[in-house]
């Protein structure tokens, strides 16, 4: 007689936290983005081309990449920068201005772009300051810029904080005891041990910045050409009952973003490969 | 180098971590600071590297005032008890690191420095992982690393705190002996953290006894084992036997029953007598100073460790004691002991 012992894994709900995974990730996203796909196939090759190489989309394309990557990038500089003085020093009010640093999270984004637009409009407190050195910013590319800025920095913020928190200050004393300056301390030891955590702020602010709508068309002007991104663009082509060229301006951010992530991703493989938790 | 530090204060809030430390170490020693936790010797080593600063003092090495500098000016070695090694640099790299961080003007060129690395991973005998990171080494493995790293900015000092702390019993007994060649090798004037007496006395050439911030004893291993100064340092160091105690004039007496030893020149009053256990003489009953009855005997090796409930004390003192294996106890058996060496210490408030 041979007693069968059945396999058991310790992790008990294989089964069922799966299925639900998979089941809700379809809902939720595959099937959507799949008929977004399907949507643009009522367009022939040609008038997909001629649609997403018009000089409409292609300058509102331009705009919300571009203006996002830029955004990514003043937020992943000024976010670390952030991080460190939220991290590193004791001052009076630190606590309220890491829960400043969640309003953009919180906030609605519409209220954000009324606020921003208000501000920096020709005669707002920071917009007359600037009309008068000649910087307009309300309804041209730099409010869309800041509006970004804006709605990206949390991102940076809250995705490298706990790393540095974690970050061990013997780390920084070895570095000293063997001759390093701060400079070198900053830049040789820190840094580098932050890098995964940076490439993800980064990621995720340009990501979200790509996507923001609210806030940016307050600001934006929406001129075409010039200061329209393409979620506009999107929502005008649906107003207009424009379907298919609505997916298929959409199926291109979609696939830009999608290899932009992914890029990122690997990047941020090959740096945790090179740091990997311990 | 030589190292001396004077009338060393400070304090953590109003907690006194370092109270008045005096300390001079000879150049080319290797010293142990030994103690447990909270006797500041952490955080004296600290001090003279330049990672705390003290409130009141000085720190001189070679001579020289170290206050005056910051650590990444001292030129000293020094080795963290979790390594503290750079992550997402490889071995080699983190060897690497103090000469790359060398001002430009007496910094060696690329060719120095790699063969200077490569001399210090084969004195550390870990060539072959040079290109390995730092988490895909075992804890002996990091230390040693660390240990290298230290070494190549050819430190005027070398500190290592709590070195052997974070690894295992085996590896910590293999890199003790290994800590010792290197000194003899490179002879740098080195300074260790440790709690582990066994560690202190096997590795260093002397050993300065720490507690509540204070110096208890510094001297040759031998003379704080044998000689303890301090009835900290007694009870401290190696296994002690602690009896309460009342001196009168010469007289020894234990729960007022006279033990039929002399004083050697204690004060009279409440005091407590240390004895190694394996001091302790076992003798047939009525020709000890002490008597009791052997309740649990274990044997191994070439001693039996006995546990005596003391008579007169209505079996509530129990003292373990060494004796050689020449004759067998019997638990139940009535012996009689006789302190074969002892101190007494006045009992403290």
Redesign the interface.
């Known amino acids: 007689m041979s007693t069968a012992v059945a396999r058991r894994s310790t992790l008990p709900g294989f089964g069922l936290t799966m299925g639900l995974t998979l089941t809700w990730l379809s809902v939720i996203i595959l099937i959507p983005l799949a008929a977004l796909f399907l949507k643009t196939f009522e367009l022939s090759l040609d008038q997909f081309w001629s649609i997403v190489t018009s000089r409409r989309t292609l300058n509102a394309l331009k705009i919300s990449f571009g203006l996002s990557f830029a955004a990514a990038c003043v937020n992943l500089v000024t976010g670390t920068i952030i991080v460190w003085a939220l991290v590193r020093y004791r001052f009076p009010g630190r606590r309220l201005f890491d829960a400043i640093v969640d309003i953009p999270f919180a906030l609605p984004t519409a209220v954000a772009g009324v606020a921003l637009t208000q501000l920096f409009a020709q005669k707002g407190w920071l917009g007359a300051p600037l009309a008068e050195l000649g910087i307009k910013v309300a309804f041209t590319p730099i409010g869309i810029f800041i509006a970004m800025i804006f709605i990206g920095i949390p991102f940076v913020v809250r995705t490298v904080q706990p790393v540095l928190i974690d970050l061990?200050p013997?780390?920084e004393?070895?570095?000293?005891?063997?001759?390093?300056?701060r400079w070198?301390t900053v830049f040789?030891?820190i840094l580098?041990?932050l890098?995964p955590a940076l490439l993800t702020g980064f990621a995720l602010a340009f990501a979200r910045a790509i996507g923001e709508y609210g806030s940016v068309i307050f600001i934006a002007g929406n001129l075409p050409n010039v200061s329209e991104i393409a979620p506009l663009l999107i929502v005008i082509r649906l107003s207009e009952f424009r379907y298919a060229d609505a997916t298929a301006i959409a199926v291109v951010m979609l696939v830009a973003s999608f290899l932009i992530i992914f890029l990122i991703n690997r990047l941020q493989r090959w740096a945790q490969a090179?740091?990997?938790v311990? | 180098m030589a190292i001396e530090v004077k009338n060393i204060v400070k304090r953590f809030g109003s907690f006194a971590a370092l109270d008045n430390v005096d300390l001079k170490v000879a150049d080319g020693e290797l010293l142990a600071l030994l103690g447990p936790s909270g006797s500041g010797k952490t955080t004296l080593l600290r001090i003279i590297a330049g990672l705390d600063w003290p409130d009141a003092g000085e720190v001189a090495i070679d001579g020289e005032n170290a206050l005056s500098r910051g650590a990444s000016e001292r030129q000293v070695g020094f080795v963290f008890q979790h390594y503290a090694l750079f992550r997402h640099m490889t071995v080699f790299e983190n060897v690497a690191f103090g000469l790359r961080v060398q001002p430009r003007a007496i910094r060696k060129d690329e060719a120095t420095i790699r063969a200077r690395v490569k001399n210090l991973l084969d004195l550390v005998q870990l060539d072959w992982l040079a290109n390995r990171y730092p988490s895909q080494l075992s804890g002996g493995q990091r230390q040693r690393i660390a240990l290298a790293r230290a070494l190549a900015i050819e430190p005027r000092i070398l500190l290592l705190d709590e070195p052997f702390g974070a690894l295992d019993a085996k590896v910590r007994k293999e890199l003790r002996q290994w800590l010792r060649s290197l000194h003899n090798e490179i002879h740098v004037t080195s300074i260790f953290v440790t709690h582990d007496q066994e560690e202190a006395l096997e590795v260093a050439n002397r050993v300065v006894v720490m507690d509540k911030g204070k110096i208890e004893q510094i001297g040759s291993p031998g003379e704080v084992y044998d000689n303890p100064a301090t009835a900290f340092v007694h009870g401290f160091i190696g296994e002690s036997i602690v009896l309460p105690v009342d001196v009168a004039g010469d007289a020894v007496r234990l729960d007022g029953r006279p033990l039929n030893i002399p004083a050697l020149g204690a004060a009279s009053g409440a005091a407590k007598l240390f004895v190694r256990r394996h001091d302790m003489a076992v003798g047939p009953a009525g020709t000890g100073a002490l008597e009791g009855a052997i309740r649990h005997v274990r044997s191994f090796g070439p001693i039996q460790r006995a546990e005596v409930a003391l008579a007169g004390s209505e079996g509530k003192t129990v003292i373990e004691i060494d004796a050689p294996r020449d004759r067998e106890l019997q638990a139940g058996e009535i012996v009689s002991l006789q302190p074969r060496r002892y101190r007494i210490f006045a009992a403290q408030g």
């Open positions: 061990d013997e780390i004393e070895a570095a000293a005891s063997l001759g390093a300056n070198h040789r030891v580098p041990s890098i090179r740091i990997p311990h």
